[in-house]
């Protein structure tokens, strides 16, 4: 049962525009969201994350949109830079989970000139 | 301050045999996860220690076990092989709070023939 979803596998954007991955939820008790990129034979690096209390955060060029009636969130980077290419995964955690981060499957942006 | 790191960063087993990987976590940080990346499965939670203390279980078999010293220095153990645990394994580190951030190491890739 996939309790984080990330429906695109991957995602082409040009040089200075926006890019928005999407992720989906089906858990109710996920309070907490996070993103993180990825190149490969590294580990996930952290990007940015949300508590549930809030429907927005910002940080640079990130930000991070929670809607949580249609168990929905989104990372908006702006501008698009082509060291931005990477698999950016969302990840969720429970109330009362400690530190158990349930992973979406990963979106592959790749930015181009 | 250093990051999270992991050691050994590659591995070669073959079926039957055991082992172990071990996580260094940053300097203050009391909570260490582990994390199993394959490509069929994603990015999947195994357990996660704070204070010396399993404090959280993924779904993984009896093979897969893990431990924390006093210095929150975290080790993993996997025994009796088999093909399928051929996987980066990752561990996380952070302070343990319920917000708190983890911060991935660059993972241990295990090959097992």
């Known amino acids: 049962d996939q309790q984080v979803k990330q429906n695109s596998p991957s995602l082409s954007v040009q040089e200075g525009r926006i890019s928005i991955l999407n992720c989906d939820y089906t858990n109710s008790m996920f309070d907490y969201f996070l993103w993180y990129k990825k190149y490969p034979a590294e580990g996930p690096t952290f990007l940015i994350s949300i508590s549930s209390i809030k429907d927005k955060n910002e940080d640079g060029r990130f930000t991070v949109f929670l809607n949580k009636s249609a168990k929905h969130l989104s990372l908006h980077i702006v501008p698009s830079q082509p060291g931005d290419s990477a698999v950016y995964f969302c990840?969720?955690?429970?109330?009362?989970?400690?530190?158990?981060?349930?992973f979406g499957a990963g979106t592959r942006l790749a930015v181009h000139p | 301050k250093a990051g999270v790191t992991q050691t050994p960063r590659y591995l070669i087993k073959t079926r039957g045999q055991q082992v172990t990987l071990s996580c260094s976590p940053i300097s203050g940080h009391r909570s260490v996860s582990w994390y199993q990346q394959t490509p069929g499965q994603g990015l999947q939670f195994l357990f996660e220690y704070f204070s010396e203390t399993q404090r959280n279980k993924g779904n993984f078999p009896g093979r897969f076990s893990g431990r924390q010293f006093s210095n929150s220095r975290s080790e993993m153990n996997v025994s009796t092989l088999e093909l399928g645990d051929s996987a980066l394994y990752l561990c996380a580190s952070s302070g343990g709070g319920t917000s708190d951030t983890q911060y991935f190491g660059p993972g241990t890739r295990l090959t097992v023939l």
């Open positions: 990840a969720a955690r429970a109330s009362g989970g400690y530190n158990k981060l349930i």
